[in-house]
């Protein structure tokens, strides 16, 4: 048995795992969510190899061909350049070492993709606090969020990518031997399939989720036999550098090129990303980040997959306990300073105010308890700075402390919360505007960062046909409603999926709307103006790849 | 039990035995080929049908809000026109219809339109007889291929389309209970999925094969819950207007609106295709026909299946006995006058002629060896006019006439053959021309109609760089390759399939590289410039709705 066989075999029970859990969408993780699960030395290691990589140039990627050393990250939560350059090539190298590596790698067998692949994220298990830190100081995720999200989360989603990859790839025999009966004889003709992959895949990462909006992607092109260049945001390469680092290992450790995936570094002030894109030989772009040049790449006559830029709503009609509801909604609006792509930013409320078990409360005392919930969080000291993490970039920070002149009524101004860690990190809380529903110039456009709308409707209907209205014109990741009445569940279900988007209703406790879980929720349903893809549905794999027949008599 | 409940019930071990088919893709076919599988009288009725609903207003159609009855089919056999009128709708009142159907059909439970949807199909069979003559009289096809391509073939692809729609609808379930194990609790969510449909399919018919081309889309659209309209070619109305017609008083008779599968008519100097395909309701558009039109169908905001023109190749190398092979590509040349998508138009041979196991056969004598065969063929008065059947349109007839002056050497003409039953019959036979290698500007295009190109080459190699230089270039449906030499057969694969085409090794006997069976074979790879859609991957349906998912807690 070859290396590589062993890693199928070795790996099989996982596999079969991943594809029963995606095949029933219940909940599955093989990798730990919880740091404890880790080794107890795993953070201090993680602490000095951060401090080390820093003002360095990265040593772990290949380097041969570089025609030069690039970085431009700034820490967040320091406020300064953390000083890591990595390797540039020119665009042609990494087109033909990409070319060089998908020959072999197309003509590699499905079992051997996946024992190699399923073993990378293996490997990168040990490499989970670097990966915590690196996202930290690009992104300005607090740690928690940048362990599990960039760490066991992103790596479930690559494995639901490679385990809905396998079973696209195994849905046709290799081979069978067709017989039809004409009567006197048996026509007899064998035949072959196979799934050829379309091409060199280019993923193009953002500076938010730099390795949990990528390795889907990543992982769905090399499935499918395609090899795989990544171009991540300028700002945040380091996470997504280690990914590739690792990947890089394994597969040349099971005897594979390692340039079947690579890292294709760039300067904001000299992007490289629509020469990769436009490239003949590339098939195939993955991509999040603005809608602008979302609709860029999908204009290109190219099999994309996008998430782009989206409104989300939460409908707040009716409940049993206000105060639950009011503080699960604080968190999702807070959670990473609404800079989410499922952060809720527009709240929908009756005139009328909202029903609970206890009578009726006005509305504006709902605005005010929503304003109340985050404050009582963000001032919490052992619960707001983690909650909040860092605002990743200067122009997000700049809209939040704008927000308050878009216009409506001010109800609870953004401001800075001490990190009692990073005294310098760039922190701003969630502003809360008041809005009528007749402002919609204002709401019905995404305000990326801690920026809330609640506005002020008619009634649940009113609230319905705004929120509705929005997915259909600008797109959405999920919505959120409250609702106790049977009928208003189905009524608003109906509405918002026909406009392609999920609901979840009466969120509260440990359930938030921000969370997507890999092998049971669909990540983006790919139907509304907020992207094309959705991870993974059999498309996000079976677009990647042709079946292709031969008959032999 | 309700009645569509029923229709379920009845139907469903036709659908298991699909899907088990189309899942081992092993041979298939619940309607018999054969037309003395059928009733002894139905040949008799359809001819009295046929010649009772000649220039006469077609009454099998809802006439409701028509604005207008057209028709302009020529009979290619009789060539005078059929005098067939059709009910015609403002684009408008066809959208209207759509949208108040699609609203109940997306609805439906996908059992119920399964069932449904194979009844239609169980009904149609009492009109393959007529379907014959109406497809003989428009496509000019012979009569056993209009019974066959139109009648239980396209039914065969029609379930094909349901089949694999069923399965990936059931591909996530309905619901499930999520459980998080959070340590000290669990995380318990309820949640649902719906496959919501993307809305109004609009499917675009083609002259020479105005149901097998058609039913795949249409009924790819009607199982994934999206009601559809048929604008089917103005020379081609009648074959699919049954198919219509017999769709909608299945639908109606198990209580669903007739209405959610309409026939929209236009005429050639007023058409309405693109109204309808630019119309924002519509959502997904199947199409048949030119690569210009195609293109600019593919390059509309939606989502789009569509088979363009391709030139289909022979690679001549090898073979054990020379003779069978001859007449095997005679007859694939011939079938249908060359008219088929699938039929081949280019014949490479290299110079140094063809090995058998006899010796060399000289390039000369093979040349003339494929003259022979086609002259045999047609000019055997019991084979040739049922092979041929007759020209469809006046521009093929046209192009074929004038092909000897497109260069090359003229090897065998075109001539008229005489068919015994229709004296007035557009028939014309295979011209074949033979080109140096670099005639390519002659070669290198589809010349639709019964045009052989055979192509003198350097060699086997020469020969399969060119037949994928085309492939690349101008797609294909298909490639021909015969060849006793396991590495060139290896080597044409990979070389053919990396450009994604299939190849059909050594075809002789009841075996053509025409035919591409339902269940088993895919019909075009979706990867090349033919075309972007494959009969039926997943894709084919899965692209058709949207994934929704609701969580509850």
């Given at each position: ?440 110039d204002i709401f019905n456009r995404e305000c990326f960062g801690p920026i809330v709308f609640i506005i002020k409707t008619d009634g649940v209907e009113d609230s319905l046909a705004l929120a509705k209205k929005l997915v259909q014109e600008k797109g959405a990741l999920t919505c959120g409603a409250y609702t106790t009445d049977e009928t208003t569940i189905t009524r608003i279900a109906e509405e918002m999926n026909s ?55």
């Amino acid at each position: 048995m070859n290396t590589t066989m062993r890693l199928f075999e070795k790996h099989k029970a996982t596999l079969d795992a991943a594809i029963k859990a995606l095949t029933e969408r219940t909940y599955f993780s093989p990798y730990p969510e919880s740091p404890k699960a880790y080794a107890e030395d795993a953070d201090a290691k993680a602490k000095f190899w951060m401090s080390s990589t820093m003002n360095n140039n990265f040593q772990g990627l290949n380097n041969e061909h570089a025609n030069a050393w690039l970085g431009e990250e700034v820490s967040p939560f320091l406020q300064v350049g953390i000083g890591v350059q990595y390797p540039a090539f020119s665009v042609e190298t990494l087109i033909n070492n990409a070319q060089d590596a998908q020959s072999a790698w197309s003509k590699t067998s499905i079992d051997d993709r996946t024992g190699v692949l399923i073993e990378c994220l293996d490997q990168l298990k040990s490499r989970f606090f670097d990966i915590a830190y690196a996202t930290m100081h690009t992104t300005g995720q607090a740690f928690m969020m940048s362990f599990q999200a960039s760490g066991p989360h992103a790596s479930d989603r690559a494995l639901e990518a490679v385990a809905m990859g396998y079973r696209e790839l195994k849905s046709v025999p290799e081979q069978v031997d067709w017989i039809k009966p004409m009567g006197k004889f048996d026509l007899k003709i064998h035949k072959t399939w196979i799934p050829q992959p379309k091409g060199i895949s280019l993923v193009i990462g953002c500076s938010t989720f730099p390795i949990w909006n990528t390795v889907p992607g990543v992982f769905a092109a090399l499935i499918t036999g395609n090899a795989c260049i990544i171009k991540p945001h300028p700002k945040a390469v380091l996470p997504i550098a280690i990914v590739v680092e690792e990947l890089q290992k394994s597969l040349a450790a099971a005897g594979f090129n390692p340039k079947t995936i690579q890292l294709a570094v760039d300067k904001s002030a000299e992007p490289i990303t629509k020469l990769l894109a436009e490239h003949k030989a590339v098939k195939m772009i993955d991509y999040t980040g603005s809608s602008e040049f979302g609709n860029y790449i999908e204009s290109l006559p190219k099999t994309t997959f996008t998430e782009k830029a989206g409104v989300n709503s939460i409908i707040l009609d009716s409940v049993t306990d206000l105060k639950p509801v009011l503080g699960n909604i604080a968190f999702s609006a807070s959670l990473y300073s609404g800079q989410m792509c499922t952060a809720p930013q527009n709240i929908f409320v009756s005139k009328h105010g909202v029903q609970t078990s206890e009578g009726i409360v006005a509305y504006e005392d709902v605005v005010k308890g929503i304003a109340d919930a985050i404050t009582g969080l963000i001032d919490n000291p052992k619960a707001g700075p983690g909650t909040l993490g860092a605002i990743q970039s200067e122009a997000t920070h700049k809209r939040v402390q704008e927000a308050k002149n878009l216009g409506g009524t001010l109800i609870l101004d953004s401001k800075p919360i001490k990190n009692e860690e990073f005294a310098d990190a760039r922190i701003a809380s969630p502003v809360v505007i008041e809005l009528d529903k007749t402002q919609s110039d204002i709401f019905n456009r995404e305000c990326f960062g801690p920026i809330v709308f609640i506005i002020k409707t008619d009634g649940v209907e009113d609230s319905l046909a705004l929120a509705k209205k929005l997915v259909q014109e600008k797109g959405a990741l999920t919505c959120g409603a409250y609702t106790t009445d049977e009928t208003t569940i189905t009524r608003i279900a109906e509405e918002m999926n026909s406009a392609f988007v999920p609901v979840s209703f009466n969120f509260t406790g440990a359930g938030f709307i921000n969370s997507h879980a890999a092998f049971s929720d669909f990540h983006l349903t790919g139907g509304n103006p907020a992207g094309n893809a959705s991870f993974a549905n059999s498309e996000f794999v079976s677009k990647r790849f042709v079946w292709v027949g031969n008959r032999y008599m």
